[in-house]
């Protein structure tokens, strides 16, 4: 499998056997990353509202488009191009501070047997519910940027109580990256040793099941857009 990350919380995933999946594309203009250039077999949207997270339109192709809260809103799975996948649903932080939250749908899919798992938009403390959703996953992309998402202690609840093998920030603050209000990725980083992170110094990575390590480590990588 081969993860690579364009910026926010949009990643490509590419499995063996050559299937592609985007998730959560953005604006660029709003954004400030550069539009998505790869054309994938499926995108999966967050919400459909929020341009930050479901501009599937502007991706090059014609993928089949799932909505993750959509999908948690109807039984909580749908399987497309034999890649199941399984949505519960969210919401964004309830004291935002720019306008009302909007509901969102977190999801996870599993890729030559890693199961990865995307927060989506959410902006407030897990439930046991959505604890329990995301037990067991490999790889964990997680909302590191502070409020409108996930405060950070909440956060390490999360990864804590869930132990995904990687946790691969996203929607941080970048030099690209035009909103101002998130944090920089050190802010994260400062719950971990230094030994426990690794830094890709590039856009992808390739993992096997093998590959994972046994105990939960941080992966940063570098936006490709």
């Given at each position: ?100 939250p909007d509901q ?79 944090f920089w990725i ?12 690794d830094f890709a ?25």
């Open positions: 499998m081969q993860i690579k990350w364009y910026g926010h919380a949009s990643f490509l995933v590419t499995g063996e056997n050559g299937k592609r999946v985007i998730t959560d594309p953005y604006t660029p203009e709003t954004s400030g990353y550069n539009r998505i250039p790869d054309s994938p077999d499926i995108v999966i949207i967050s919400s459909d509202n929020d341009t930050f997270h479901c501009r599937a339109d502007l991706v090059p192709g014609t993928p089949t488009i799932v909505n993750a809260l959509q999908v948690a809103k109807s039984g909580g799975q749908r399987t497309e191009h034999g890649i199941a996948i399984q949505a519960i649903a969210a919401m964004e932080a309830l004291d935002h501070q720019f306008h009302d969102n749908g977190m999801y996870r899919f599993t890729v030559d047997d890693i199961s990865i798992g995307h927060m989506g938009d959410i902006g407030n403390a897990f439930t046991e519910e959505q604890l329990q959703f995301f037990s067991g996953v490999d790889v964990l992309f997680a909302l590191v940027g502070g409020h409108p998402t996930i405060n950070l202690d909440d956060l390490e609840v999360v990864i804590k109580r869930t132990q995904p093998k990687l946790v691969i920030p996203m929607h941080f603050r970048t030099l690209k990256y035009k909103p101002r209000n998130s050190q802010s994260f980083l400062n719950y971990y040793r230094p030994e426990e992170v110094c590039d856009s992808e990575i390739t993992l096997t099941k093998a590959s994972l390590p046994q105990s939960t480590r941080v992966m940063v990588l570098t936006h490709a857009c």
